[in-house]
């Protein structure tokens, strides 16, 4: 089976512009959630999709959003990109919504803001 | 809450020496905790789970966990350290089923092989 595939793999965006984040999970896999990567906070929860519903959402602002397809692809998108918003952002698949499911990561968007 | 401690943001040993990376964690539920190792320029890959089945917990790489609930610990063990071990590894808690936020980390261990 093809793993998690994210694209684009690196970005170089400007302050104030909006990026968008796409996510192919692992076939059969109904569950995405997006993580965001960085040397001071290390890795944080972004949220979660399912059935193309949102089910949790970490504590970030209301300029990241997500969506989910039917086909279980999933984007994220940020809005008037910030200095701080450059990390690498993963994407993970999982079978189902379980604390047991095993969450399987993709190689992450690069996304730099100067 | 869950929340995820790992000691020791570097650790450093010899190759063929035994590798010892420390967890610990917070969790108001019952943990389903996770190691994952994430090599640069990587994303992150699962090398065991604990979900309750055993509290010794056998997973890829000849990687090892022992989940133990009286210390609120879930150690990640190898015997002999080979080169190719060198990466980050994050210890996480999952706050699903319990209504929480996806998967809590830790900070990561960057562990170096000497050689």
């Known amino acids: 089976k093809a793993g998690v595939t994210q694209t684009p793999r690196y970005l170089i965006k400007t302050r104030g512009q909006q990026v968008t984040l796409s996510c192919s999970p692992i076939s059969g896999h109904r569950s995405v959630s997006w993580y965001q990567q960085t040397p001071g906070q290390g890795l944080q929860f972004l949220f979660e999709y399912f059935s193309e519903t949102q089910r949790n959402k970490g504590n970030f602002p209301g300029r990241f959003s997500g969506r989910q397809f039917s086909n279980s692809r999933s984007e994220m998108n940020v809005s008037t990109l910030e200095l701080g918003d450059s990390a690498l952002y993963l994407c993970?698949?999982?079978?189902?919504?379980?604390?047991?499911?095993?969450?399987?990561f993709g190689p992450g968007t690069r996304l730099t803001v100067l | 809450a869950q929340s995820v401690t790992q000691l020791g943001s570097h650790v450093s040993v010899s190759e063929g020496a035994l590798v010892l990376l420390r967890c610990n964690y917070s969790s108001s539920v019952p943990p389903y905790l996770f190691w994952y190792v994430q090599y640069p320029n990587q994303g992150l890959q699962l090398l065991l789970k604990y979900t309750s089945a055993a509290t010794l917990v056998k997973g890829i790489n000849g990687f090892e966990a022992e989940f133990k609930k009286s210390e609120t610990s879930f150690h990640l063990t190898k015997p002999s350290a080979h080169m190719s071990d060198a990466a980050e590894y994050f210890c996480?808690?999952?706050?699903?089923?319990?209504?929480?936020?996806?998967?809590?980390f830790g900070k990561g261990t960057h562990l170096i092989i000497q050689p």
């Open positions: 993970a698949s999982s079978l189902d919504t379980g604390a047991q499911d095993t969450q399987y």
């Open positions: 996480a808690v999952s706050g699903r089923g319990g209504g929480a936020d996806g998967l809590t």
